[in-house]
Nanobody, 121 residues
Framework: QVQLVESGGGLVQAGGSLRLSCAAS????????MAWYRQAPGKQRELVAS???????NYADSVKGRFTISRDNAKSTVDLQMNSLKPEDTAVYYC???????????????WGQGTQVTVSS
């Protein structure tokens, strides 16, 4: 069984920083893309940032220049460094991983349980 464990959410004032971490464990042969999504109350889940196995990154326009996604392939972890946080960044943040259990099994899509980020004005 494969699981994702997220950590690092919390309450911060506008302009502050938080770092989210997500660790994958279990029967993993390889991990392709890793990403962070978020969902604010009453809104659809949206992509915040993604990173490929080769390190190529993609960001939502709303977070470019403020957020940085990184991964450690050896540890199967992905982090999201969030700086200059704004009240509109308030949401539940979800880790997402695309992985294979073997060369012939996958890819599979897995979501973390979500971690709350609240930015006060």
């Amino acid at each position: 069984q494969v699981q994702l464990v997220e950590s690092g959410g919390g309450l911060v004032q506008a302009g502050g920083s938080l770092r989210l971490s997500c660790a994958a464990s279990g029967s993993i042969f390889s991990i392709n893309a890793m990403a962070w999504y978020r969902q604010a109350p009453g809104k659809q889940r949206e992509l915040v940032a993604s990173i490929t196995s080769g390190g190529s990154t993609n960001y939502a326009d709303s977070v470019k220049g403020r957020f940085t996604i990184s991964r450690d392939n050896a540890k199967s972890t992905v982090d999201l460094q969030m700086n200059s946080l704004k009240p509109e960044d308030t949401a539940v943040y979800y880790c997402n991983v695309e992985f294979r259990k073997s060369l012939l099994r996958g890819p599979y899509d897995l979501w973390g349980q979500g971690t709350q980020v609240t930015v006060s004005s």
